[in-house]
């Protein structure tokens, strides 16, 4: 590893983006379906969806089990070290709903 590492760098590359941080928000509850996880994430595309998920199984943050059934029937989860990021994540979750009102006034 370079002595250049940066810790906040590292992170962002891994949660990143639109789509990381609510998943695994929404994946912290327990084990969640793809269709699931869609309809939570509405207007999120399968597509980006799918590339999100697989970005987050590579980096080792959440697992996926597939139960071999028909039809088919895959969950999602965290791994431990996506569970570690919990509190991370937990306390995006709370400055998002303390701030709401200047959030969305900023957003427009």
Known sequence: MSDN???I???TK???GK???PL???IQSGPKRFGELRKVLSPITEQMLTKQLRELENHNLISRNDF???PPKV???LTDFGKSLSGVINQYQKFGESNKKKIIELLK
Do not use: A, D, N, R
Request: charged fraction near 15%; aromatic fraction near 20%.
């Open 9 to 11: 760098h590292g992170v």
């Open 75 to 77: 969950e999602y989860s």
């Open 14 to 16: 891994l949660i990143g």
């Open 24 to 26: 695994m928000f929404t």
């Open 19 to 21: 789509w990381k941080m």
């Open 68 to 70: 071999k059934t028909v």
């Open 5 to 7: 590492f940066c810790p």
